[in-house]
């Protein structure tokens, strides 16, 4: 009998390990999928629309973290990994996994900057599931067609951690297994991780601030310029109601049509023109939400650092001091934004002080951001006929007005006639001493 109650309870406790571990099986992956891995503090795009023809935001928060847990020098991972988008708010693993198609192996390994180049040069094709998003590098190609018939991208400029790449230089490279047998065909040895995209992703969304991911969500880390609009690309964009900027690429001013200012009206976002191979490069940036009477838009500015022609100077203006002019543009609708990229001027994060020109061409303080981001940028209001200093030192009441129609220097002259005036004085009593 005792023996039989043993036998008894051995099964009993067999069928409810057994129970327990199938229960274990079902909860756990559950209560992991429901746990929040990460705060997206904005929009994080993933749509193939983006992500196939050049940066997107959860691709670039992605392609960050793979880099920060690899501790490598470049991530590069392909466009086709990425299905959906996720929007502001907690982000948990299942909603992670279903952002994504796959979650590949994670390889870690050794390219020159020659052999980066051949490899972005091979996977920048338009709508190709092998289009790269990267991360520790920014890039700048020419668009061009490939022997298919293809809009491609033919690598111009190559950074890699905001240094020209050299091309003999070696730098780790983390991609996946799948890209690499695929596309780089490499002799050197390759490293397995021991990590997933999104663990990875879970690491870095507890340690990265808000800011980081802001920044990335809208860095445009490849830029391929051409000489005119990508109309297709650029409404098929815009199509989409979601919160993404559109930005697109340019080897020199252009205008933007009235169709692509229509699609753009109403909508709570952006449509940027970029124009990287500028002597300073900037963007102007559109807001569909200020756009009253859709017309085409002209993006030429003048950004230099040259003091503009008839405006105030100071002698608290830096050699470096940097002007952007709108006042040849009236086109631009209310609400748009420019970007001037400063990086060959001042250091990321360095406080500067901005202003504008007023009504009367005297210069006043612009509440605006006044540090430059990590990319190198600052963003000004773009206001039709406006004028914008960007300097790096305080200013002083010392400034002069330069002499127009408008603003004559009288205070200048008056003060001249007053000094005349008491010189013909003392030239007189001493002649009239002289003759007593």
């Known amino acids: ?32 999928a429901g746990d929040v891995i990460m705060t997206a503090p904005v929009y994080l795009n993933g749509l193939p629309e983006y992500t196939l023809y050049g940066s997107a935001g959860l691709a670039n928060v992605a392609c960050d973290a793979v880099l920060a847990a690899a501790e490598a020098d470049v991530a590069v991972l392909n466009g086709g990994l990425f299905a959906s988008s996720l929007p502001a708010g907690p982000v948990t693993w299942g909603e992670f996994g279903a952002a994504m198609k796959s979650d590949p192996q994670l390889i870690r390994t050794q390219v020159t900057g020659a052999e ?27 668009r061009s067609l490939n022997e298919q018939g293809d809009f491609c991208g033919t690598v111009s400029a190559l950074a890699v951690g905001r240094a020209q790449a050299e091309p003999a230089a070696l730098y780790s490279l983390v991609t996946t297994e799948e890209l690499y047998s695929s596309v780089l065909h490499l002799p050197r040895q390759q490293e397995p991780l021991d990590f997933s995209i999104a663990d990875a992703a879970a690491a870095y969304g507890a340690a990265a601030d808000a ?13 391929i310029v051409s000489d005119t609009i990508d109309l297709t690309r650029a409404a098929a964009q815009l199509m989409l109601r979601v919160p993404s900027p ?3 690429g340019l080897t020199q001013p252009d205008l933007i049509p009235d169709t ?23 963007a102007l940036c559109l807001h569909g939400s200020g756009i009253e009477e859709p017309r085409s838009v002209a993006t030429e500015l003048a950004v230099s650092q040259e003091v503009p022609s008839g405006r105030k100077t100071a002698n608290t203006f830096s050699d470096s001091t940097v002007f952007v002019d709108l006042r040849e543009n009236e086109t631009i609708p209310p609400g748009s934004r420019i970007s001037v990229d400063l990086s060959g ?3 990321a994060g360095m406080l500067l002080y901005l202003y504008y020109y007023d009504e009367n061409g005297d210069i006043v303080p612009l509440q605006a951001e006044p540090v430059i981001a990590e990319n190198g940028s600052i963003i000004l209001p773009a206001e039709s006929g406006m004028t914008y200093v960007i300097n790096d030192r305080q200013l002083n009441q010392s400034a002069l007005l330069i002499p127009t129609p408008a603003h004559p220097w009288w205070g200048a002259v008056a003060a001249v006639f007053v000094l005349f005036a008491l010189w013909m004085v003392l ?6 001493r002289r003759s007593q």
């Open 260 to 282: 692509l200012v229509y699609a753009l009206q109403g909508q709570d976002r952006f449509l940027c023109t970029w124009f990287p191979l500028a002597e300073i490069p900037y």
């Open 1 to 32: 009998m005792c023996m039989e109650t043993k036998r008894k309870n051995w099964k009993q406790a067999v069928l409810a390990a057994v129970l327990g571990g199938l229960i274990m099986m079902i909860v756990l992956p559950a209560a992991r």
């Open 116 to 142: 980066l180049t051949s490899l972005l040069n091979d996977l920048l094709v338009y709508g190709s599931e092998y289009f790269p998003q990267v991360a520790g590098i920014e890039v700048q190609a020419a």
């Open 246 to 248: 559109v930005v697109l």
């Open 211 to 223: 800011r980081a991911i802001e920044q990335a969500a809208v860095a445009q880390r490849i830029a």
């Open 427 to 432: 030239v007189l009593r001493r002649r009239a």
């Open 345 to 347: 001027i001042y250091p």
